[in-house]
């Protein structure tokens, strides 16, 4: 099932909450290679925690979080409009509030609490 975007394009919405997308301008070829990097990064984290490596850790958390910088999922946003960045914010909630109502059950996107809701 694939997660709602709002109307704009900013915003997935995963359990009831906002989670910002890439950059729509990266070049195609970019966007993957850091996608690549990002799924490396998270991939050697696991691998450091499993481990018990503290230092790994963090270089790999440190590489997590450079990815998603570059992809715009994470630092100054990407719109140039002065919107506030809403990640982590509950979509029923805000300006997309009625958005989110129009959604319904059943979509997989949510009920009115932000739950999901499954489509069986």
């Given at each position: 099932?694939?997660?709602?975007?709002?109307?704009?394009?900013?915003?997935?919405?995963?359990?009831?909450?906002?989670?910002?997308?890439?950059?729509?301008?990266?070049?195609?070829?970019?966007?993957?290679?850091?996608?690549?990097?990002?799924?490396?990064?998270?991939?050697?984290?696991?691998?450091?925690?499993?481990?018990?490596?503290?230092?790994?850790?963090?270089?790999?958390?440190?590489?997590?979080?450079?990815?998603?910088?570059a992809?715009?999922?994470?630092?100054?946003?990407?719109?140039?409009?002065?919107?506030?960045?809403?990640?982590?914010h509950?979509?029923?909630?805000?300006?997309?509030?009625?958005?989110?109502?129009?959604?319904?059950?059943?979509?997989?996107?949510?009920?009115?609490?932000?739950?999901?809701?499954?489509?069986?």
């Open positions: 099932m694939e997660p709602l975007v709002t109307p704009d394009g900013r915003y997935l919405v995963v359990r009831g909450r906002l989670w910002r997308r890439s950059d729509p301008s990266l070049d195609p070829e970019e966007r993957q290679r850091l996608v690549d990097e990002l799924m490396s990064a998270r991939s050697a984290k696991g691998a450091a925690m499993r481990a018990g490596d503290d230092a790994a850790r963090e270089a790999a958390r440190a590489r997590v979080q450079a990815a998603k910088e992809l715009g999922e994470r630092g100054p946003v990407w719109w140039d409009d002065g919107a506030p960045d809403l990640t982590r509950l979509a029923r909630t805000g300006p997309y509030a009625a958005w989110w109502a129009e959604q319904g059950p059943g979509d997989g996107a949510g009920d009115e609490s932000g739950e999901p809701v499954s489509r069986s």
